[in-house]
């Protein structure tokens, strides 16, 4: 059946009023996606611009690239060897290559600052300085230049800079990769053993580090259990002429016996501190052992000897003995050491006696497979990248320095105009 003329022309009407509503409304939005590009368009200028002018460093640098990959594309193309779009893709990479090179000698720069707040003097020669022997010391030990940087800071808040540095950061970062830890863990347990005793200086960091290895090598424990206990027995120790090697093999023998670092460290401090104030029985003792003081017979035996001594005094009773210290934390460790501990306590000390240079050792083996030789090259490229980014950056910080003026003064004029655009 035939649509009526008068029905068709009143549809016809309707239909041609919603298209026109319809194209208002899309002129409408497409007015207002135009206002808000150019308001975008006009933002974007005015970061890369000066007052309505491209920076003369910018517009340098910009017109550097355009002439470098115009050659570039012109001699690929006269070779035959790639195509226009290869040249493009290529230089993209080169730009993404570049951009990852400056944020990485950002993130280094913002590490050394860090460092900077802790020097004196000439600081910006000094951070200069430090920086690249923290960058040449990642490539020899494949240890990140983060992890370092750390280290770095954490030894000059220990020690104060001065020329033996980077050759701590470098003995500690080495003992770290030894030990499974991380430079700082190190630099902290190293830095408690060796102000304890009293030398600071590289030598006695190395045998600290030797001895810090041995002990997580024969006992059971880690670096940074005994960085978080061990300085609360060491001054005491070093106080009463306990040797190092032998403290140490006290840490090998109890640790995993009579409990982790920290129970250890109690358990030994409690030991020592009935040396240091012994109780009328001990000094009785002591004095019947034939020595004036606990300090005196720690110096002439040594910690173990004492004991055993102290125990034969005791007609070989070991609770008599532990009785004497009046402490269930003393009587804890002095149990294993005079007991069934007795023979890995004379070994271990032994073998602490022997350990110089087991950490270097302990160092090379950890780094002799194919993984660490390839994470060494990837390290070592990855602080290449560093290092050209920090030959960049000078020219972004000059730019930055003449634009920020300039950019605070555009702030509220562009802030105004996203506004109106909206």
């Given at each position: 059946?035939?649509?009526?003329?008068?029905?068709?022309?009143?549809?016809?009407?309707?239909?041609?009023e919603d298209a026109e509503?319809?194209?208002?409304?899309?002129?409408?939005?497409?007015?207002?996606?135009?206002?808000?590009?150019?308001?975008?368009?006009?933002?974007?200028?005015?970061?890369?611009?000066?007052?309505?002018?491209?920076?003369?460093?910018?517009?340098?640098?910009?017109?550097?690239?355009?002439?470098?990959?115009?050659?570039?594309?012109?001699?690929?193309?006269?070779?035959?060897?790639?195509?226009?779009?290869?040249?493009v893709a290529g230089a993209?990479?080169?730009?993404?290559?570049?951009?990852?090179?400056?944020?990485?000698?950002?993130?280094?720069?913002?590490?050394?600052?860090?460092?900077?707040?802790?020097?004196?003097?000439?600081?910006?020669?000094?951070?200069?300085?430090?920086?690249?022997?923290?960058?040449?010391?990642?490539?020899?030990?494949?240890?990140?230049?983060?992890?370092?940087?750390?280290?770095?800071?954490?030894?000059?808040?220990?020690?104060?800079?001065?020329?033996?540095?980077?050759?701590?950061?470098?003995?500690?970062?080495?003992?770290?990769?030894?030990?499974?830890?991380?430079?700082?863990?190190?630099?902290?347990?190293?830095?408690?053993?060796?102000?304890?005793?009293?030398?600071?200086?590289?030598?006695?960091?190395?045998?600290?580090?030797?001895?810090?290895?041995?002990?997580?090598?024969?006992?059971?424990?880690?670096?940074?259990?005994?960085?978080?206990?061990?300085?609360?027995?060491?001054?005491?120790?070093?106080?009463?002429?306990?040797?190092?090697?032998?403290?140490?093999?006290?840490?090998?023998?109890?640790?995993?016996?009579?409990?982790?670092?920290?129970?250890?460290?109690?358990?030994?401090?409690?030991?020592?501190?009935?040396?240091?104030?012994?109780?009328?029985?001990?000094?009785?003792?002591?004095?019947?052992?034939?020595?004036?003081?606990?300090?005196?017979?720690?110096?002439?035996?040594?910690?173990?000897?004492?004991?055993?001594?102290?125990?034969?005094?005791?007609?070989?009773?070991?609770?008599?003995?532990?009785?004497?210290?009046?402490?269930?934390?003393?009587?804890?460790?002095?149990?294993?050491l005079v007991g069934a501990?007795?023979?890995?306590?004379?070994?271990?000390?032994?073998?602490?006696?022997?350990?110089?240079?087991?950490?270097?050792?302990?160092?090379?083996?950890?780094?002799?497979?194919?993984?660490?030789?390839?994470?060494?090259?990837?390290?070592?490229?990855?602080?290449?990248?560093?290092?050209?980014?920090?030959?960049?950056?000078?020219?972004?910080?000059?730019?930055?320095?003449?634009?920020?003026?300039?950019?605070?003064?555009?702030?509220?004029?562009?802030?105004?105009?996203?506004?109106?655009?909206?």
């Amino acid at each position: 059946m035939e649509m009526p003329l008068v029905d068709f022309w009143t549809e016809f009407q309707e239909a041609a009023e919603d298209a026109e509503k319809e194209r208002q409304k899309a002129e409408k939005q497409n007015a207002h996606r135009r206002k808000k590009r150019m308001a975008r368009e006009k933002t974007m200028k005015a970061t890369v611009s000066i007052g309505g002018v491209i920076h003369p460093s910018l517009q340098r640098t910009l017109s550097r690239v355009h002439k470098s990959v115009g050659s570039l594309v012109s001699k690929y193309k006269a070779l035959g060897a790639i195509t226009l779009t290869g040249a493009v893709a290529g230089a993209a990479a080169l730009g993404a290559v570049t951009a990852k090179s400056v944020g990485q000698a950002i993130e280094l720069q913002k590490e050394m600052s860090n460092v900077a707040t802790l020097l004196d003097g000439d600081v910006h020669k000094r951070v200069g300085e430090l920086q690249k022997d923290v960058l040449d010391l990642s490539d020899t030990t494949s240890v990140f230049t983060s992890d370092l940087t750390n280290g770095l800071y954490e030894t000059i808040s220990a020690f104060g800079d001065n020329e033996e540095t980077i050759k701590r950061v470098g003995i500690a970062a080495k003992a770290a990769k030894a030990g499974n830890a991380t430079t700082i863990e190190s630099i902290r347990l190293l830095s408690a053993v060796t102000k304890g005793y009293g030398d600071t200086s590289a030598a006695a960091m190395e045998k600290a580090a030797d001895m810090s290895f041995q002990i997580v090598k024969l006992g059971q424990t880690t670096f940074p259990d005994l960085a978080a206990s061990m300085g609360r027995v060491v001054p005491m120790a070093a106080a009463m002429h306990i040797k190092l090697e032998e403290l140490s093999g006290a840490y090998a023998t109890l640790t995993g016996v009579t409990g982790g670092a920290a129970e250890v460290s109690t358990q030994l401090r409690a030991v020592i501190q009935g040396f240091v104030k012994p109780s009328k029985e001990m000094a009785a003792a002591i004095k019947q052992s034939g020595y004036k003081s606990g300090q005196a017979m720690l110096q002439t035996l040594g910690l173990h000897k004492s004991l055993l001594l102290l125990k034969k005094g005791c007609r070989g009773n070991a609770l008599a003995l532990t009785s004497l210290f009046g402490s269930v934390e003393s009587g804890t460790a002095i149990l294993a050491l005079v007991g069934a501990q007795s023979y890995n306590m004379a070994a271990k000390t032994k073998a602490m006696f022997e350990a110089s240079g087991i950490a270097e050792k302990a160092y090379a083996a950890q780094m002799d497979n194919f993984a660490a030789k390839w994470a060494k090259i990837v390290n070592i490229a990855r602080n290449f990248m560093t290092k050209i980014g920090i030959k960049i950056l000078p020219l972004l910080e000059r730019m930055a320095d003449k634009a920020l003026p300039h950019v605070i003064n555009l702030s509220e004029k562009l802030v105004k105009d996203l506004d109106s655009a909206g």
